[in-house]
């Protein structure tokens, strides 16, 4: 790009554009996954709605690639590319709470921390996953799983507007009442159709939870799975939380000498009434004995930032996932065998329930369509160094080879590597055509197409 083109860039933009000669250049174009080394024309950080508007057409006018970084935390890298435009949204992260509708409005910038913290001051809460530094727009626009998903649905399901910049620059909001289509394209259709510049969410009256993190033996694993798999079926909604196969990290409650150990974990998360949470977990309980565990009562905020030390930007990325509608036993069968192999304390496979409030969503109801799944699988493979690159993608694939066959075709659009291309249809399932439509209506050269992409 030349000197002179980016000059006209600098002129429409009030916030940073930092392009390669540009200091802190380097830190600008990192996202969180580090197999992920591309070098863009430059990176935008707006200050504002109208940054936004000018970046893409700037980006559509040059014929360059555009990527849009929320959090940053896609694993196939979408937030970043090779000699385009990155739209960086990490400048507008402003979130505003308006406790008497029980809404707020987050800049798309924003990550689940900045949401919770804010929300929390009032008592209230929506659907976020399980991470806090995860952006709350790149999360929402796939569907947006997380401990309060039974409860008030995913995090779409509590998505009142957003306020998207198009294609052509222009800007809409989208909600049931204006650009109605879009609004249900942007609920499950992923960055398809726009930057999205703010997000108004329904929120709920959570505060405090009681729960925390549980480790089993894996001696124990097959009963606390299957303990697990019938006791989610009709389990109080208020009730979230999975299991995991987890390395103890060396945290002060798990005996010294056990750090190191792989565990079958389970992470609660009772969001009903706190006085209710200790008989709510005694079943749990009651399978087996704990080996260690850090469960009580809790912000809701501290929860969703309690594993973030574990998974720190700059580590190796490699995830696989599928939708799972039973939890068959010969399911879990492959789950004993290839969980306690886990190769590295950073990473992970969840069993995250999707049942509850957001099966009383209809699959056409939004564009994430599969309402009919019981559980949302994801082996993450993350590790710090690239020389054990080979190691654990293994891991990853055996894992996901051994349960793929067992589980639904589709997984969860954001939980896809950069290698999942292919599964795009699937994932997209029986909205796949509808999606498309809109498509064409807001994005018809596909600008946006860094993402799960829906070619127009
Ligand atoms: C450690 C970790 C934990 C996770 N935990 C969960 C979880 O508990 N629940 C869950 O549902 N998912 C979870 N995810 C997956 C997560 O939802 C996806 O990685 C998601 O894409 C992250 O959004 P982001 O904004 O951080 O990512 P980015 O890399 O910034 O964005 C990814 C893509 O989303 C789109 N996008 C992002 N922001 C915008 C915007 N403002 N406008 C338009 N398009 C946009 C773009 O296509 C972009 O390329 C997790 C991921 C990681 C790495």
């Not at 689940?112 to 790149?138: E, H, P």
């Amino acid at each position: 790009m030349s000197a002179a083109t980016l000059e006209q860039l600098r002129e429409q933009v009030r916030g940073q554009v930092i392009a390669p000669n540009d200091e802190g250049y380097d830190e600008a174009r990192a996202v969180y996954n580090a197999m992920i080394d591309r070098r863009p024309a430059v990176v935008v950080r707006p200050a504002n709605v109208g940054d936004v508007m000018s970046a893409v057409r700037f980006a559509h006018e040059n014929g360059v690639d555009l990527a849009i970084r929320g959090g940053g935390h896609s694993v196939p890298g979408f937030g970043t590319c090779d000699d385009g435009v990155v739209i960086d949204l990490s400048s507008m992260r402003g979130v505003r709470v308006d406790p008497a509708a029980r809404t707020a409005r987050a800049e798309g910038g924003a990550t689940l921390g900045d949401l919770n913290a804010a929300t929390y001051a009032f008592g209230l809460a929506t659907t976020g996953g399980i991470i806090s530094t995860t952006g709350i727009s790149g999360l929402t626009l796939g569907g947006g799983i997380g401990y309060l998903a039974r409860g008030f649905g995913l995090s779409i399901d509590n998505l009142i507007s957003a306020d998207v910049v198009t294609a052509d620059g222009s800007f809409v909001t989208a909600s049931e009442r204006e650009h109605a289509d879009l609004f249900w394209a942007l609920r499950g259709g992923g960055g398809n159709f726009g930057v999205v510049t703010s997000l108004e969410f329904q929120l709920h009256p959570v505060k405090d939870i009681y729960g925390g993190p549980m480790f089993f033996e894996l001696s124990d694993a097959g009963d606390v799975l299957r303990w697990y798999r019938d006791f989610i079926a009709d389990a109080p909604e208020a009730f979230g939380g999975f299991p995991a196969f987890q390395i103890a990290p060396p945290l002060p409650f798990i005996p010294e000498d056990r750090h190191g150990d792989t565990f079958l974990a389970f992470v609660a998360c009772w969001a009903g009434p706190l006085d209710e949470g200790e008989s709510v977990l005694k079943p749990l309980h009651d399978v087996a004995p704990v080996a260690a565990e850090h469960v009580g009562p809790m912000p809701y905020p501290a929860l969703n930032g309690a594993f973030d030390a574990l998974v720190p930007p700059g580590l190796q990325h490699y995830w696989k996932a599928n939708f799972v509608t039973e939890l068959t036993d010969e399911i879990i069968d492959a789950h004993l065998k290839h969980g306690p192999e886990v190769p590295a304390v950073n990473s992970t496979m969840h069993i995250y329930p999707i049942n509850g409030a957001c099966h009383r969503v209809a699959s056409d109801a939004t564009a994430f369509t599969h309402r009919e799944a019981n559980f949302a699988t994801v082996i993450a493979g993350m590790w710090p160094d690239p020389a054990d690159n080979d190691a654990n993608t293994k891991w990853v694939r055996d894992y996901y080879e051994a349960t793929a066959p067992l589980s639904e075709e589709a997984g969860y659009i954001n939980f896809m590597a950069g290698d999942d291309q292919d599964r795009i249809r699937a994932n997209y399932g029986s909205n796949y055509d509808r999606l498309v439509t809109v498509k064409r209506q807001y994005d018809p050269d596909n600008l946006f197409h860094l993402n799960q992409n829906i070619a127009p």
